[in-house]
């Protein structure tokens, strides 16, 4: 058995794949608040999994943050609870086994390139596109990590190709300014569209079909960003597939209009890139995480 969790700010959930990847088990609880509790929580239900599948399984968990390879201590989480605590050695302490956990980023590259929307392609860029930025690569089965544990972090890079109007580009959270997360995600669209303050991008879609320019105008802008950004991957890693992920993948105009955008940024003119939206939709990152044993 491989027991994932995909840890939220809101809920925890828990899924239980078999293995030929069947869903044995699937539950989701709210989130308690403190540190303590979130473990012994997270502990309770792989318990509780193993006594309804009756199998012993390995644990891996998504979190939105990473471990620092560095201190081994969580860092840059939403959940504010887990950041400077070493959650992997508590989490294993209480369940007696190693576990694994990685962002919930590389969670959704992994999913989408086992049985997803990036199956049978071998080099895969996976994108959220959120409440914040992420990314993750799958290369032949295998999620790569480096030794600062920042492999795919693609929504702290700068944006590409920055014309003047755009520079330096908004402070980010993580102290930088005009990282692809401020431009990109759906709060960094909303702000563009609606000014400093506003977070909610959720309705510009319509917005710009029923004719507002401006609604029009920040899903030009956000679009080309896109493209902009996917094309200096393609440069530097030339994926096989890029899967979008996260509320703003739902925005099916991006599959139209960044593929000939991306493709003036691409070197040769060319993008064959084909770009997809994410299969599992919101249970990658937990389908993810029951995954991330599957490579040595
Ligand atoms: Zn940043």
Known sequence: MRFGIDLGGTKIEIVALDREGAVRLRKRVATPSGYAATVETIAALVRDAEHETGGRGTVGVGIPGSLSPATGLMRNANSQALNGKPLDRDLGAAIGRAVRITNDANCLAMSEAADGAGAGYRTVFAVIIGTGCGGG??????????????????????????RAEEFPGPRCWCGRDGCLETFLSGPGLAADCDGPGARDAGSIPARAAAGEAKAAAALARHTDRLARALGQIANILDPDVVVLGGGLSNMQHLYVDVPPLMARHVLGDVARTPIVQARHGDSSGVFGAARLWDTP
């Open 137 to 162: 690569i799958v290369s032949s089965g295998r999620l790569l990590d480096g030794p600062n544990g920042t492999a795919g972090e693609w929504g702290h890079t700068p944006l590409p190709w920055m």
